[in-house]
């Protein structure tokens, strides 16, 4: 089961989606200095910006996550310096996984429930 990550790290620029696990792995120790064992998820997203993988180790085994949008492009950030890690939140995953921006204002404005 999925579990409520630690962190969740972008990886900088595009990545070759063609890896498997150990693949990631070796990405997330030898560009994120990070230990893909940890409660983090890694996103790696592809030169067209419109595949993305997650790397997520639950405490028994690795997931490897895939999505791919059909028309339009994951809203990935331009990172400037590649030995940043982009650490973002549920919601900016939740933003970025949707296509839209992970510098929302606010997703939706705030309505009032009323009852007749």
């Given at each position: 089961?999925i ?13 070759d ?7 990631y792995?070796r ?10 064992f940890s409660?983090?998820?890694y996103?790696f997203?592809?030169?067209?910006h419109?595949k ?10 690795f997931?490897?996550?895939y999505k ?29 996984l ?13 309505t ?5």
């Amino acid at each position: 089961m999925i579990k409520r990550p630690s962190k969740i790290y972008l990886a900088y620029g595009p990545t070759d989606l063609r890896a498997g696990i150990d693949g990631y792995a070796r990405i997330v120790q030898d560009r994120f200095m990070l230990d893909p064992f940890s409660d983090s998820m890694y996103c790696f997203c592809n030169k067209g910006h419109n595949k993305l993988k997650i790397l997520y180790w639950d405490g028994n085994g690795f997931w490897l996550l895939y999505k791919r949008l059909e028309k339009h492009t994951f809203k990935w950030p331009k990172i400037k310096d590649s030995l940043t890690n982009i650490v973002i939140n549920e919601q900016q995953l939740a933003w970025l996984l949707e296509g839209l921006s992970i510098e929302q204002k606010r997703a939706f404005k705030k309505t009032e429930t009323k009852y007749i």
